[in-house]
Nanobody, 124 residues
Framework: VQLQASGGGLVQAGGSLRLSCAAS????????MGWVHQAPGKEREFVAA????????YYANSVKGRFTISRDNAKNMVYLQMNSLKPEDTAVYYC??????????????????WGQGTLVTVSS
């Protein structure tokens, strides 16, 4: 299984970035997909998740109204559109896959597969 995240970079506060994640080696529509971030010196934290169909989305309170998660099942892709970025959004962002049959989207330990991460740096 490979989850290849891309799209990170350096952006000024208030700016936008779009992260992408290409999934391979798994039956994509058996997995809910999520984004998790890890800031320097901190544990991994849930950011957003999307259901298999794409019809349900979930967000951490800190990003509600600013971030949008989506997926394209035909292309095995997941996206995270990040708007109104803040310095506290600075972190490595990981794409992750969780079986639709078990676990809870909010708990990072419930995810089965992880990508390598992409760094997002927001300057003030």
């Amino acid at each position: 299984v490979q989850l290849q995240a891309s799209g990170g970079g350096l952006v000024q506060a208030g700016g936008s970035l779009r992260l992408s994640c290409a999934a391979s080696g798994l039956t994509f529509d058996n997995y809910n997909m999520g984004w998790v971030h890890q800031a320097p010196g901190k544990e991994r934290e849930f950011v957003a998740a999307v259901s298999v169909s794409g019809g349900y989305t979930y967000y951490a309170n800190s990003v509600k109204g600013r971030f949008t998660i989506s997926r394209d099942n035909a292309k095995n892709m997941v996206y995270l559109q990040m708007n109104s970025l803040k310095p506290e959004d600075t972190a490595v962002y990981y794409c992750a896959a969780k079986s639709k049959y078990s676990g809870t989207y909010y708990y990072t330990v419930d995810y089965d597969y992880w990508g390598q991460g992409t760094l997002v740096t927001v300057s003030s």
